[in-house]
């Protein structure tokens, strides 16, 4: 087995696939598509971040990969549906940077809370200001969480630890975790809160979720975050309502539009602004993430390859099914149509193959099913599998 890793994931990819007998070929930066194609001669695993480009052509002309890490969060970059359609299912990353998020987000409350950018900047400015008026502690403030998923949730227990009292809302019925307080709408937790933090996912329907309407529903003189997705909020309304001291306070870390490159082109209606902490989508952006990440999507491929574990992935059906020492396992991509896992058993049966165990597991149109079977698997079964109509990949293990 041969796993090709792109961009510089972090190193300990290398030594999770080394320890589990995966050869590894490391590349510093992306690769183009034609270099890419030539680059996956012969590769079983290939690992990628944001930057290189997985097209349908790219899957299309590298018959050997069988399975694709995004080592980050975002899976944009590859085709997803062309991969499963092909048999290929795509891990990411999507917990490895959680913590890293809740800990700026409570940095920047802290700083905002007692407008340390202000003080900053007049003391490297030679101003010496000692004033006490609008600094706050943040102990006793209230809290409100937009989106109780895992960086809202992991916000929540920690801030609690800082001494702030929380409150949530989400869409989903959420366990509020310990003394946190659920808010049976946003109009609620609005109504409440001295500081606001947005953490919802970036389904279509959230986008303009905050505008000039909650701006002006929350606390006057309430704090404002938003770490989770650009295009939910107005900004054009939120600098209206920073200049008019309605809010006191902002930090923003996503942008509807973000520059692609480092140039200096990029421009927000809240640059310029007292008490407004700007961070270039960094919030997930730290070594301990990185090296999760590196950590989590190449053990994903590994069990993928030794066991034909697909939970968690991206695009594929998942599941995991408990491997017995001594099985031998078929994992078997298909075209999610009636009657196939009877099929696949005929052939199994007809060549007095006991199956010890199975598991499947579909998703829009294609299945997946893992079997474990106490004999080897002769040339002639596997053939006969192969040659079901509705065979997208097979592969044995053990
Ligand atoms: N700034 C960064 O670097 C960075 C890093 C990681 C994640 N993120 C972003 O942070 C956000 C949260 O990530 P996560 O892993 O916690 O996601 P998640 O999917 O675990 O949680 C999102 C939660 O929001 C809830 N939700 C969705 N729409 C809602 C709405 N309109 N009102 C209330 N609740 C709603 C969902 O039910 C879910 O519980 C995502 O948008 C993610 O892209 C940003």
Redesign the pocket.
């Known amino acids: 087995m041969k796993a090709l890793l792109l961009e510089n994931i972090h190193h300990l990819a290398e030594t999770v696939f080394n320890n589990a007998g995966i050869e590894v070929e490391m590349r510093p930066g992306a690769l183009a598509e034609d270099d890419l194609i030539e680059a996956l001669d012969g590769v079983d695993l290939l690992g990628i971040r944001s930057t290189t480009q997985v097209t349908k052509r790219v899957l299309d002309a590298s018959p050997h990969l069988s399975a694709i890490g995004c080592f980050c969060?975002g899976t944009n970059q590859v085709d997803l549906t062309a991969a499963v359609d092909l048999g290929i299912p795509v891990f990411n990353a999507?917990f490895s940077?959680?913590r890293s998020?809740v800990e700026l987000v409570l940095a920047e409350i802290i700083v905002l809370a007692r407008r340390l950018t202000e003080k900053d900047r007049q003391l490297h400015a030679g101003e010496w200001n000692k004033s006490a008026a609008g600094s706050h502690e943040i102990r006793g403030r209230k809290l409100g969480i937009?989106?109780?998923?895992?960086?809202?949730s992991q916000l929540s227990v920690v801030a609690e630890m800082l001494g702030m009292e929380v409150y949530f809302?989400?869409?989903?019925d959420?366990l509020a975790l310990g003394n946190a307080k659920r808010c049976a709408s946003?109009e609620e937790l609005l109504d409440v809160a001295e500081c606001v933090t947005l953490?919802?996912?970036?389904?279509a329907g959230?986008a303009g979720?905050f505008g000039a309407r909650e701006f002006g529903r929350m606390r006057d003189r309430a704090l404002f975050l938003n770490?989770?997705?650009g295009f939910l909020v107005d900004y054009e309304a939120l600098a209206t309502a920073l200049e008019s001291g309605h809010i006191a306070g902002a930090a923003v870390?996503?942008f509807p539009n973000e520059p692609k490159t480092r140039v200096g082109d990029f421009a927000s209606p809240l640059q310029n602004l007292p008490n407004v902490i700007l961070t270039p989508?960094?919030?997930?952006?730290t070594m301990e993430a990185q090296e999760d990440i590196g950590r989590f999507v190449a053990a994903k491929l590994r069990d993928y390859t030794h066991l034909g574990t697909t939970t968690l992935s991206v695009n594929a059906p998942e599941l995991t099914l408990a491997f017995a020492p001594g099985h031998h396992r078929i994992t078997y991509f298909h075209t999610n149509t009636p009657g196939v896992l009877a099929s696949l058993n005929n052939i199994l049966a007809d060549h007095g193959a006991n199956i010890d165990g199975q598991l499947l597991g579909t998703r829009g149109q294609i299945g997946y099913v893992v079997t474990d079977a106490s004999m080897a698997m002769p040339q002639d079964v596997v053939a006969a599998i192969e040659a079901l109509p509705e065979t997208i990949r097979l592969r044995l293990i053990g």
Not at 169 to 172: A, C, K, Q, R, V
Not at 199 to 203: F, L, M, S, T
């Open positions: 969060i999507p940077n959680t998020v937009v989106g109780y998923g895992n960086i809202g809302y989400d869409t989903d959420k946003l953490h919802v996912d970036g389904r959230n979720l770490l989770s997705r870390d996503v989508h960094v919030g997930g952006s």
